[in-house]
């Protein structure tokens, strides 16, 4: 059987029911020989297109300057709260025995508006993957991100640079999740741990973080099989904690019950 992949940009749903593993293997064949004619016509000239979508204000935080090396891909930001969500369109695919990979990046800085500091951040995505055909667990779906997260700035001060790498994988095989399924994944890095890690002394936490998320989608196939995935929704968020200390209840009771006494005495004092 000839081997197929193909890496683009959707620009509209997919949904199939296949019954049998023959079906399913003579269906992804047509499907994917379509796909390859989609890009070499329309998707290639989009391809390579970096837009800087700016700065957006989130609830206690800012995202400067974002942007991705792939516009089409990516999709515009739109902001929720502290966190800045996409709607990609992309997928790979690969059939009878072939392995692809597809790739974007995003990157932007991260800045806590006066009075907080980012505690942590997160990143969150989701999408379709499809497996068929007949072939083992070698065929796989993979869905996942590197994060390259820079700390450069704590208490509002900046601090000499931070550097930490994390890949976090989604990955499924034909033998356990045949068929077609969602798939998703959320990672969250704790920024006070990875101060301390490295022996940063703080007050309150870091002020400003410089990120870079690299989306990642690989299929990988056997003669006889196929793999589908797709990445339709992505998120990067913050929490933050303010500053400013808050009284305990307890406290609070206590600077009750001295008004009370005090306003006491000066009536009695009356």
């Known amino acids: 059987m000839t081997a197929l992949n193909v890496d683009l940009v959707l620009h509209g749903g997919f949904s199939s029911s296949f019954n049998t593993p023959t079906e399913h293997t003579h269906m992804a064949t047509r499907y994917l020989a379509g796909l390859i004619g989609l890009v070499v016509l329309t998707a290639t000239p989009a391809w390579a297109a970096p837009i800087n979508y700016g700065s957006y204000l989130g609830t206690t935080v800012q995202f400067d300057d974002i942007t991705a090396d792939d516009g089409v891909m990516i999709g515009a930001p739109t902001v929720n709260g502290d966190s800045v969500e996409f709607t990609p369109r992309i997928a790979s695919g690969a059939s009878g025995g072939a392995t692809h990979t597809i790739e974007n990046v995003l990157t932007f800085g991260l800045a806590a508006l006066p009075g907080f500091v980012i505690s942590e951040f997160w990143v969150a995505e989701s999408g379709i993957k499809t497996l068929g055909g007949s072939g083992t667990d070698l065929t796989t779906a993979i869905g996942g991100v590197t994060i390259q997260l820079t700390i450069d700035e704590v208490d509002g001060n900046p601090i ?46 870091a002020t400003h973080l410089m990120i870079s998320v690299t989306n990642k989608l690989t299929t990988t196939s056997e003669d006889g099989s196929f793999a589908q995935i797709t990445k339709d929704a992505l998120s990067v968020s913050a929490t933050t904690i303010p500053t400013t200390a808050v009284p305990e209840p307890s406290s609070l009771c206590l600077v009750g019950l001295g008004v009370m006494t005090a306003y006491r005495r000066m009536r009695r004092s009356a």
């Not at 499924?172 to 890690?197: C, H, K, M, R, T």
């Open 160 to 205: 000499t640079p931070v550097a930490q790498n994390f890949i976090i994988n989604h990955i499924s095989n034909l033998v356990a999740q045949p068929g077609e399924n969602p798939w998703n994944l959320a990672f969250g890095l704790d920024i006070d741990q990875i101060l301390g890690l490295e022996s940063v002394p703080f007050e309150f936490g």
